[in-house]
């Protein structure tokens, strides 16, 4: 167990929740170092070495301007940018080792605001745009976080607002950050920046950074991960998805998430000392244009995106012929819609299956054509070690179906502060139980076969069926609930709440119980897309509440 080290200059760490942080056991840090994998670098020097390599090379390209009109920031802006804000928030007492959660849409002040936060050595907790006051207060409490960066107003809805609510609910939080033109009540992120000053480089082996789990528990999980993991994904992604200096990201889907984040991602991109186009909205309309306008050769969706990207397309009146390289991950590629992907957008396909945990796996630019369609790829490290297992967590032979159990030297060891589940979901030495149903093909690449863990893949959006239920349960007129994953012909799966009204009780309706979901803060892409009410629910033998037969459509009603 390691706590982040923090100079004495930075004074003490504002927040006081004690916490522990699972890593790697020496042997396995030594081994990882000595393979060459972890190299020793951080986040900061990564970004300083490119600004002195090529200072005047674009960085990061946005539509945020005034009216919407084009920024770029070369290397060394947003070189000199970090460093004034790191300035500037050190200043307000904000240091290593503190938490602040980070909630910003696809602008050039997210990647400013990360590299400063990673400069002071304090931690963003990664929250995404679609989060609302039930999980923004959660990140707040559970982490202590003293400070939350948010837009002023983000697709219609008002986040100083939200901040309002989740300031009253948490109390070690201090500042609240806002990227706009209107920071209401706020400091705006815009003035905090100051003089730079000298800061020491952090460990590369402590944590940077709070990723979110997908989840399948009542509440998220919060994945640490160290700049030297980190780093070392980013290289082996840029290096497999073939990036340099001439690349151009495009960034569309939300920032924060370990997809585009570095899978290669913006991180990825700025390793390989590329650029970085963050994209506003994943619509054609938005997109196509920038990706003509701003020469973008690479980018990542998941495959709902995918799919309308591909029906866009052909008809369209942009010129897309920059584009390489299209990854898509997040939830499962079908094979016939992943044989469509070079026909309409004459790009090289490249599947990506990963986790905020660690493990990703893509298909490589070199695999047969009939690889990159029917599989999700092979891990991105010869170090990662990969187990398809039984029920018993015994071995099966490849080619079978079963839990995909993974271990190396970017996969976390456990989640931040919650031992007793890190004690279910690693196995005794250290391998990860992803909840994913795989089966090796002989070539050593993964097809996933399905999930064994709670959860809905609402188009690579991730449910825990737990959390739902929990807030489904909280109405005075349900008696119990159960939500499941139900087939969607766009978006791969959407979610069912299957509820027992309670009796004697006000008869409530759907909407009624959507609304009241909605109401109690949670993301909206959580509340359940379908409500069916029923007198009881299907039993296995040993009368626990079969979610399978659910699945199947088998509620009494
Ligand atoms: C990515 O990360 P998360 O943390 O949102 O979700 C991870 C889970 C996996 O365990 C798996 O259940 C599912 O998402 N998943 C896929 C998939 N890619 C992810 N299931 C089927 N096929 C795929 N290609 O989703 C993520 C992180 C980094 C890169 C790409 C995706």
Redesign the pocket.
């Known amino acids: 167990m390691t706590a982040p080290t923090r100079p004495a200059s930075l004074g003490e760490p504002s927040g006081d929740v004690p916490y522990t942080t699972p890593t790697w056991p020496a042997e396995f840090a030594e081994r990882y170092r000595a393979a060459g994998w972890w190299e020793g670098v951080t986040f900061g020097t990564m970004l300083r070495t490119r600004a002195g390599a090529h200072p005047d090379r674009v960085a990061v390209v946005d539509r945020a301007g005034p009216g919407g009109a084009r920024r770029a920031w070369t290397y060394a802006e947003l070189d000199l940018r970090a460093d004034r804000l790191a300035a500037g928030l050190a200043a307000r007492g904000i240091g290593a080792g503190d938490r602040v959660v980070v909630q910003l849409p696809n602008v050039a002040e997210f990647l400013e605001v990360v590299f400063a936060l990673f400069r002071l050595g304090a931690l963003p907790v990664f929250a995404l745009p679609a989060h609302r006051e039930s999980e923004i207060s959660y990140f707040c409490s559970f982490t202590g976080a003293v400070a939350y960066v948010i837009p002023d107003v983000h697709g219609g809805f008002d986040h100083r607002a939200l901040a309002t609510t989740v300031l009253a609910r948490s109390p070690e939080l201090r500042h609240v950050f806002v990227v706009g033109e209107d920071a209401g009540p706020f400091e705006a992120l815009a003035d905090v920046p100051a003089e730079p000053v000298g800061l020491p480089d952090r460990d590369p082996s402590e944590t940077a950074f709070l990723q979110l ?2 989840g399948s528990t009542g509440v998220p999980k919060l994945i640490p991960r160290t700049h030297d993991d980190y780093v070392y994904s980013l290289r082996g992604s840029a290096e497999i998805c073939a990036l340099d200096e001439d690349s151009v990201y495009l960034c569309v889907l939300p920032a924060a ?3 585009p984040l570095s ?1 290669p991602g913006s991180l990825g991109t700025l390793y390989a000392g590329g650029r970085v186009v963050m994209c506003p909205q994943p619509a054609p309309d938005v997109a196509f244009p920038l990706i003509r306008d701003e020469g973008v050769t690479i980018t990542g969706l998941v495959p709902p995106l995918a799919l309308v990207w591909i029906d866009a397309a052909p008809g369209s009146a942009y010129d897309l012929s920059t584009l390489d390289v299209l990854l898509v ?5 079908a094979d016939e819609v992943a044989r469509r992907v070079r026909p309409a957008l004459g790009c090289t396909l490249q ?7 660690g493990l ?1 796996c893509y298909t490589r630019l070199d695999d047969d054509p009939e690889t990159v369609v029917t599989t ?1 790829g092979r891990p991105i490290s010869p170090d990662d070690e990969i187990r398809v297992v039984d029920d018993e967590d015994e071995d099966l032979p490849v080619g079978a179906t079963g839990h995909l159990l993974t271990r190396g030297p970017y996969t976390i060891r456990g989640y931040w502060n919650a031992p007793e589940h890190n004690a279910r979901a690693f196995t005794e030495d250290g391998f990860y139980r ?3 149903l795989v089966r090796l093909t002989p070539s050593g690449h993964l097809v ?1 076969e399905g ?1 064994a863990k709670d959860q809905i ?1 609402r188009g ?1 959006e ?1 449910i825990a069926a737990e959390e739902v239920e929990n807030h489904l349960l909280a109405h005075p007129s349900v008696h119990d609930a159960n939500v499941v994953a139900e087939p969607d012909p766009y978006l791969g799966e959407r979610s069912c709440a299957y509820v027992i009204r309670r009796p004697g009780t006000e008869e409530v309706e759907a909407p009624a119980l959507k609304r009241f979901v909605r109401e109690r803060g949670l993301a909206a892409y959580k509340v359940p897309d379908r409500i069916v009410f029923a007198d009881a629910f299907p039993t296995t033998g040993v009368g626990k509440i079969s979610k399978k037969d659910l699945r199947a459509g088998s509620a009494s009603a």
């Open positions: 789990s997908g998430h370990n997809f899978s991950g997040g939830a499962r590629l599947q990506v299956f990963g986790m905020a945990e990703v999700q992803t909840g994913d996933v999930r893949n690579g991730k």
